[in-house]
């Protein structure tokens, strides 16, 4: 009999202590925070998003890659830390490190990609070398600028009259280096002017130039080399 009683009291402490021990994870479980790969994703589009801008008259969207929605979810105190990785910064490319930091101490990686767009002149038809912009040859497209080498313009009147120097396919942006109205090695108008005189002279390009940019002509006459202001089609003017 006494000893049927030890059992007895020996199970019910056995299930007391379960019964504690289960309540202890239950409440850790209720405590902490589940991230699935979603929720993962969320936190780092979530902090590029608010931190990179758009460009002017433009928009920016962020897409964080996907992860593998088979990854068990993973468990957190507290909201995990997020930011930047190492040697990361928020250009097209960007790398996110979320990280866990207490008991559970884990770290994730979200790639996230960055799309800056605008509307930017482009080219209406294909164009070749040599052929002069007229307006009609122009149009405006949405691009991603992350995929714009050089200066692209937001003006058409800007480009009208000037030369396309190597060949451009219809919808591509039109950038500085494929245009010139002044063009290296070819012949230009040199105008001297001040409020009273205008004098014109012959002369040759050493550099490309579009209008109100600044390049260096050689007077045919005297050889020199002097700095002019792109003021037309094959046109630049010095002031006196």
Same mark, same amino acid.
């Given at each position: 009999?006494?000893?049927?009683?030890?059992?007895?009291?020996?199970?019910?402490?056995?299930?007391?202590?379960?019964?504690?021990?289960?309540?202890?994870?239950?409440?850790?479980?209720?405590?902490?925070?589940?991230?699935?790969?979603?929720?993962?994703?969320?936190?780092?589009?979530?902090?590029?998003?608010?931190?990179?801008?758009?460009?002017?008259?433009?928009?920016?969207?962020?897409?964080?890659?996907?992860?593998?929605?088979? !990854?068990?979810?993973?468990?957190?105190?507290?909201?995990?830390?997020?930011?930047?990785?190492?040697?990361?910064?928020?250009?097209?490319?960007?790398?996110?490190?979320?990280?866990?930091?207490?008991?559970?101490?884990?770290?994730?990686?979200?790639?996230?990609?960055?799309?800056?767009?605008?509307?930017?002149?482009?080219?209406?038809?294909?164009?070749?070398?040599?052929?002069?912009?007229?307006?009609?040859?122009?149009?405006?497209?949405?691009?991603?600028?992350?995929?714009?080498?050089?200066?692209?313009?937001?003006? !058409?009147?800007?480009?009208?009259?000037?030369?396309?120097?190597?060949?451009?396919?219809?919808?591509?942006?039109?950038?500085?280096?494929?245009?010139?109205?002044?063009?290296?090695?070819?012949?230009?108008?040199?105008?001297?002017?001040?409020?009273?005189?205008?004098?014109?002279?012959?002369?040759?390009?050493?550099?490309?130039?579009?209008?109100?940019?600044?390049?260096?002509?050689?007077?045919?006459?005297?050889?020199?080399?002097?700095?002019?202001?792109?003021?037309?089609?094959?046109?630049?003017?010095?002031?006196?």
């Amino acid at each position: 009999m006494i000893v049927r009683k030890s059992l007895l009291i020996s199970s019910i402490f056995f299930i007391v202590c379960s019964f504690n021990s289960v309540n202890a994870e239950t409440k850790v479980s209720e405590d902490s925070l589940r991230f699935n790969y979603k929720a993962l994703q969320e936190l780092a589009h979530n902090y590029v998003e608010q931190r990179v801008s758009a460009p002017d008259n433009g928009r920016v969207e962020v897409v964080a890659n996907n992860l593998d929605p088979r !990854m068990v979810p993973k468990i957190c105190a507290q909201q995990p830390k997020v930011g930047l990785a190492t040697n990361a910064n928020l250009d097209s490319y960007t790398t996110i490190e979320i990280e866990c930091v207490g008991k559970a101490n884990w770290r994730t990686y979200v790639p996230v990609r960055v799309y800056r767009y605008k509307n930017v002149v482009t080219a209406a038809s294909p164009m070749a070398p040599g052929q002069m912009i007229s307006e009609s040859d122009l149009v405006f497209s949405e691009v991603d600028l992350n995929r714009v080498r050089s200066n692209v313009f937001t003006d !058409m009147t800007a480009l009208v009259g000037a030369r396309i120097k190597k060949r451009i396919t219809a919808g591509q942006a039109i950038s500085a280096s494929d245009t010139c109205l002044v063009c290296e090695g070819q012949s230009v108008t040199i105008v001297a002017q001040d409020k009273t005189l205008r004098i014109t002279a012959a002369g040759k390009a050493l550099a490309d130039g579009l209008k109100g940019e600044s390049v260096v002509v050689e007077n045919a006459r005297s050889n020199k080399s002097i700095q002019a202001v792109v003021t037309g089609l094959n046109e630049v003017t010095v002031n006196l």
